[in-house]
């Protein structure tokens, strides 16, 4: 089936430095991306929705301006978590929309866990 | 709207018992569905899923769910657990082309 990396796995990083988090479809062309959160021992929240090309879409509460997201090709997007802090330590997932023909399956990546100290 | 309610928070089983973990949904659309497991310090792996057809479902390492449109239930079942089982299980509604829903997860512990 379809494979969704993503790049880290796990990052280590200072308070106040920016991360940057890849999500790539290997074999197949995503114009969809949606970006998860997942806080320890609970579900998974989504926090936007990357569209190739254009804007992404961000869920109530998400602050735009401290994770951006880039959808520059579609293959890659891209979860920048600026001036990180402590509580953005998390777990966070990227899915993948493939669509052939009227058919569509959405991949989930395999998580890239940050923690901030 | 949609929402998903995983009944049970922590369920756990002898080895070699049968295992339910219950899920239920509410959509005002049409959703397919989905049951995942995460083992600790991983990412998803999906058991099995939903689309349309035969409401009963057949997934990886032996689990299987019902879908009941009636009930808006999608329980997944396994009449024999191992010890690998133990691990998080996330039951999930996706309203096509749209984004993944999820319950707040089922901790499954299999006792030996």
């Known amino acids: 089936g379809a494979v969704v990396s993503q790049h880290p796995s796990r990052v280590i990083c200072k308070s106040g430095t920016s991360v940057k988090i890849e999500c790539r479809s290997l074999d197949f062309q995503a114009t969809t991306m949606f970006w998860y959160r997942q806080f320890p021992k609970k579900s998974l929240m989504l926090m936007a929705t990357s569209n190739e090309g254009s804007k992404a879409t961000y869920e109530q509460g998400v602050e735009k301006d401290k994770f951006l997201i880039n959808h520059a090709s579609l293959t890659l997007s891209t979860l920048t978590v600026t001036s990180a802090h402590p509580e953005d330590s998390s777990f966070y997932i990227c899915s993948a929309r493939e669509r052939m023909g009227p058919q569509e399956t959405q991949y989930f990546g395999p998580g890239t866990r940050l923690l901030v100290l | 709207a949609q929402s998903v309610t995983q009944l049970d928070s922590q369920v756990p089983v002898f080895e070699e018992a049968p295992v339910e973990l219950r899920c239920n949904y509410s959509?005002?659309?049409?959703?397919?569905l989905f049951w995942y497991v995460q083992y600790p310090n991983q990412g998803l792996q999906l058991l099995l899923k939903y689309l349309s057809g035969s409401t009963l479902v057949k997934g990886i390492n032996g689990f299987e769910a019902e879908f009941n449109k009636s009930q808006t239930s999608f329980h997944l079942r396994k009449p024999s657990v191992h010890i690998s089982d133990t691990a998080e299980y996330f039951c999930?509604?996706?309203?096509?082309?749209?984004?993944?829903?999820f319950g707040t997860g089922t901790s499954l512990t299999v006792i030996p």
């Open positions: 959509s005002s659309v049409s959703v397919y």
């Open positions: 999930a509604v996706n309203p096509p082309g749209n984004q993944f829903y």
